[in-house]
């Protein structure tokens, strides 16, 4: 081996063995946050921070089916009390007496910090005989009975003026002492996982703890019941689990078949090994890139692999093929130019995807991109030194010769493919308008089972779809909650006109302090409160004589200390003001989202605009958002498509220096690409983003195809064992994608049916159109 | 929930509506059975340990067997109660709150011991209460004793009287010793 050679292969050794190293090390995720974009917008970025560790993310709702409703309730108990002692749960509630004690607790012995109607003017006399009055009235009425037994304490109804803002139907109905669904069918548990929704680990622990548990409690309490889990975190762990499990059964799916196919060509396990090295290289190149640029490697960008594959393992075939003919020197010399155009080409349409804002498309041109360009760098540099000057293939004329009648078949049906053409275009230009689905719902990994489930256990927990919310921003604690009041008074005016049916607000359950100073002040001194309660009460049923509770718990008041978010703790409103006050990098944020009215069930997004006008309050209409950044993203691709597609035409064109040359080259890609799209819509498959980077893909990936057969083919049209070298190298292509097909994962599924049929036809395209007549001998 | 408990309590009055009776405990029951429903007004009084005089209120109700039954207070606060079958509906200051019977077993079963004496099952009632009649036909008194623990929780002694086969006073004494008086005249040719 001459120098050079070892230099080049000593050279990819170490690169190997650095690239192992990386790959390694890598973080790979298999969670949705490939759908996330890389440079948010300000509302975007609090909607990011809701999907990735919003508190809502590390709810799960868990259901009790089958048994009776005394059943279920006890294993409802029995499940709770196994879970709390487990520890992996900050909360877990089922609805069980005594459960919110704590809460009421919470709200009755600060009732003097925390009520809205604390005012000066409360406490004076006419506001006292007011407000007590009130409170007596309604006695009379059912839902004043609760009232009756603080009534000397808490005479002017402080607890009730916080309650009338809490959302009344906020809470599932209970059967046999426990939450259960509104048709009684089944008990209902809400847990909050201490794993971040994030944790994926976690969260999957967390569900094998919940479901060990009812297994332990359920055998101990003896009869068939059944166990349903659902929220954010099931979601994250089976999309997981989806990924995780088709990326291995894809890849090797792929790499079988190709071995297979390489087997029969070769009849060699030896180059059967080399032709799979650049493959490997190209893999594990790919991998190391998207590590180090991205930092963690998303589990689709693994799944692309397999179509990496059937792609890169084509430059070995060319190898291989073609130099078993020609030997090595003069393969370089006739096809490499060939094999160097179509890799540019590729690189071109990969490296489209390189500026796109949705990371997931971002990482697969990288990594398709360095896939590429190392299997044909390694092809031309390693290979031949490793496979020796000539390669031993096997006698493939026979085979040639049939194919190239094939061809000569296809070129005299040609007719047929233009037809088809002019029917598929006819039908695209009818749809024009209903070809694209614009919904972010096409990428979602999850199963219409899954969310099914998850709807229904929403529905009974009566856990409101947190669409529209409110979003303001402080430097700390006491100024985002000093925020959140002023938006909140902004919001009780709607709430005030029926625009609005409510809001939740963490400064409800935690004023900031300010707020809390100045309800404090409001409270009179107690002799001067004995002197007004006795005027103001004179003739009442109420006698001021009987409210010196209310006199102490006042006085008691004044001095308190004010409320911190430590003295939540024990209770379920820790639990809803952790998930609306968030701290982060930029400060600190406080959710406010916001109920329908229960009328119409509609919330009037343009009426609450219009109310926070002029203020730096953000209005988030979360379905609305991640649509609207879906349909950016489809913008963006069509962008991205046109510019890849402009770049290849425009490398083929200062190749080819040639206009006709160049539409015989791009005719059958241009075609390739109407039938495909046509017919998948035709299918009834809804197009979407991926559709249309498969599209791209299809000309960067079939250009190779139609240049060989437009720059190598002879005055006797293209030889045999080059066609042969092809139709092998095509057929590897297909499977690499079309086995991304079976993919349930919808991105990947998308490319796998798009760019696979497309790839094979462009094939059969090209040799309907560019195969030329055998010259007369 | 001390809420729940206390809406539930007032609805037995509301069930008791109008109803015609009689001097034997089964004739009485077949009476109430057969009664066709209708609208009284209605004065309660509340006697609250708490307070120094009754909370009086007053009204309408309006009773349309076998299990719908409203309560319109208009004095001192205008306020509508529904009963329907399971479903208790309440509506105040434009605000409305509803509450499933089935949410509280204890309270479920007093209300299906009151539907009981409204349908006239003695069997049904007699699972709940001890009953008690003393009285003739021109004036009766019905005097319901809980044996049913989930109900004695609630209220120890439920008394119904009436003149001829109408119910005229309903006076419910609450385990906490309060007592409230349900006083009814019926609205003619209702």
């Given at each position: ?109 600060n ?77 209902l ?5 201490r ?42 762990v ?96 006739r ?17 489209a ?100 489930a ?5 529905a ?16 700390d ?34 004023p ?32 001021a ?60 997004a ?32 069509q ?17 080819l ?17 109407v039938?495909?799209?046509?017919g ?7 197009l ?48 690499g ?38 010259s007369?001998? | ?89 309440l ?10 019977l ?8 007093f ?13 049904a ?17 019905l ?48």
């Amino acid at each position: 081996m001459s120098a050079p050679v070892l230099r080049a292969l000593l050279l990819w050794g170490i690169a190997m063995l650095a690239g192992l190293a990386i790959a390694w090390q890598s973080r790979f995720t298999a969670d949705m946050s490939f759908v996330l974009p890389l440079h948010p917008s300000p509302t975007q970025e609090v909607m990011i921070r809701q999907i990735k560790e919003g508190v809502v993310t590390r709810l799960l709702m868990v259901g009790i089916q089958g048994g009776d409703a005394e059943q279920r309730a006890a294993l409802s108990r029995e499940l709770r009390r196994r879970l709390v002692t487990s520890g992996e749960f900050t909360s877990v509630q089922n609805g069980e007496a005594g459960s919110q004690d704590a809460d009421r607790d919470y709200l009755f012995r600060n009732r003097y910090l925390l009520s809205p109607a604390v005012t000066p003017e409360r406490f004076s006399v006419a506001g006292l005989r007011e407000s007590i009055a009130h409170s007596i009235d309604l006695l009379a009425s059912p839902a004043g009975m609760m009232l009756k037994t603080t009534l000397t304490r808490d005479p002017t109804g402080e607890l009730w003026a916080q309650l009338g803002a809490l959302d009344p139907a906020g809470e599932p109905p209970t059967r046999a002492g426990v939450w259960a669904s509104r048709d009684g069918g089944r008990a209902l548990l809400l847990l909050q996982t201490r794993a971040l929704g994030s944790d994926t680990d976690g969260q999957a622990q967390a569900i094998a703890t919940v479901e060990a548990e009812f297994e332990h409690a359920r055998d101990a309490l003896g009869p068939a019941m059944a166990l349903e889990v659902a929220g954010p975190g099931r979601f994250a762990v089976r999309a997981r689990e989806t990924i995780r499990s088709e990326v291995s059964r894809l890849s090797a799916l792929s790499a079988v078949a190709i071995v297979a196919v390489l087997a029969f060509v070769y009849r060699s396990p030896r180059l059967v090994l080399l032709g799979l090295l650049p493959v490997g290289s190209g893999a594990l190149a790919g991998v190391v890139a998207v590590s180090l640029a991205f930092g963690t490697v998303f589990g689709i960008t693994i799944g692309f692999g397999a179509a990496l594959i059937g792609e890169a393992v084509d430059y070995s075939i060319y190898y291989f093929v073609q130099s078993g003919q020609v030997g090595a020197a003069a393969w370089r010399a006739r096809f490499w130019p060939t094999v160097r155009l179509g890799v540019l080409t590729s690189l071109a349409g990969f490296g489209a995807l390189l500026f796109s804002g949705f990371p997931g498309l971002a990482q697969l041109g990288l990594y398709a991109m360095t896939g590429v360009l190392t299997a044909a760098l390694v092809t031309r540099f390693i290979l031949p030194a490793l496979a020796g000057p000539a390669p031993a293939v096997r006698d493939l004329s026979a085979t040639g010769a049939r194919l190239a009648a094939a061809a000569r078949a296809l070129h005299r049906w040609r007719w047929v493919a233009l037809l088809l053409a002019a029917v598929a275009l006819a039908h695209l230009t009818v749809h024009r308008d209903g070809l694209w689905q614009a919904s972010i719902s096409a990428l979602s990994t999850s199963d219409p089972a899954d969310l099914a489930a998850d709807q229904a256990l929403r529905a009974d927990m009566a856990a409101p779809d947190a669409r529209y919310m409110v979003v303001v921003h402080g430097a700390d604690q006491e100024s985002a909650l000093q925020a959140a009041e002023a938006a909140g008074a902004r919001l009780d005016t709607l709430v005030a006109a029926g625009r609005l049916g409510g809001y939740d607000s963490p400064a409800r359950f935690l004023p900031s302090q300010s707020l809390q100073r100045q309800r404090q002040a409001a409270l009179p001194d107690p002799e001067i409160l004995a002197q007004r309660l006795a005027t103001a009460q004179a003739d009442s049923p109420l006698p001021a004589s009987r409210l010196a509770p209310f006199i102490a718990d006042i006085g008691a008041a004044r001095s308190q200390p004010l409320l911190d978010r430590a003295q939540l703790d024990g209770t379920h409103l820790a639990l809803a003001t952790d998930a609306l006050l968030e701290r982060h990098d930029g400060g600190w944020s406080v959710l406010l989202p916001l109920r329908p009215p229960a009328s119409d069930g509609e919330i009037d997004a343009a009426a609450v605009r219009a109310a926070l006008g002029g203020t730096h309050i953000l209005f988030i209409d979360l379905k609305g958002e991640l649509n609207g950044l879906y349909a950016s993203y489809l913008d963006e691709a069509q962008i991205l498509a046109l510019a890849g597609l402009a770049a290849i035409v425009a490398l083929l064109a200062a190749t080819l220096r040639s206009l006709p040359r160049l539409l015989a080259v791009t005719g059958p890609l241009a075609l390739a690409v109407v039938l495909v799209m046509a017919g998948l819509h035709g299918l009834g498959k809804p197009l979407h983003l991926l559709h249309l980077v498969g599209f791209l893909l299809i000309v960067a990936v079939g250009s190779n195809y139609a240049l060989f057969f437009e720059r190598t083919a002879g005055p006797g049209g293209l030889d045999p064992t080059t066609l042969t070298s092809m139709v092998v190298a095509n057929i590897t292509t297909v499977i690499g994608f079309g086995v991304l097909g079976l993919s349930s994962v919808p991105v990947l599924h998308a490319l796998g049916v798009t760019v696979g049929p497309g790839a094979a036809l462009v094939l059969i395209l090209s040799a309907a159109f560019l195969t030329r007549r055998p010259s007369a001998p | 929930m001390k809420l729940r408990d206390g809406l539930l309590a007032l609805i037995l009055y509301a069930l008791l509506g109008p109803a015609s009776a009689a001097l034997d405990l089964n004739q009485l029951m077949a009476d109430l059975a057969r009664h066709p429903g209708g609208r009284a007004t209605f004065t309660e009084r509340k006697y609250l340990a708490v307070l120094d005089k009754p909370v009086v209120s007053s009204g309408e109700m309006r009773f349309s067997p076998p299990a719908h039954m409203e309560k319109r207070t208009l004095s001192p606060h205008p306020e509508v109660l529904v009963l329907d079958k399971d479903v208790v509906t309440l509506e105040r200051d434009k605000r409305r709150l509803t509450l499933r019977l089935d949410s509280q077993p204890e309270a479920l079963a007093f209300v299906d011991s009151l539907r009981a004496l409204l349908a006239g099952d003695r069997s049904a009632l007699e699972r709940s209460y001890a009953l008690q009649l003393v009285g003739d036909t021109q004036k009766w008194v019905l005097h319901l004793l809980p044996s049913d623990q989930r109900i004695s929780a609630l209220v120890l002694r439920i008394t119904v009287s009436g003149q001829g086969n109408q119910v005229r006073s309903i006076e419910y004494l609450q385990a906490d010793g309060d007592r409230i008086v349900l006083d009814l005249l019926p609205i003619a040719g209702s």
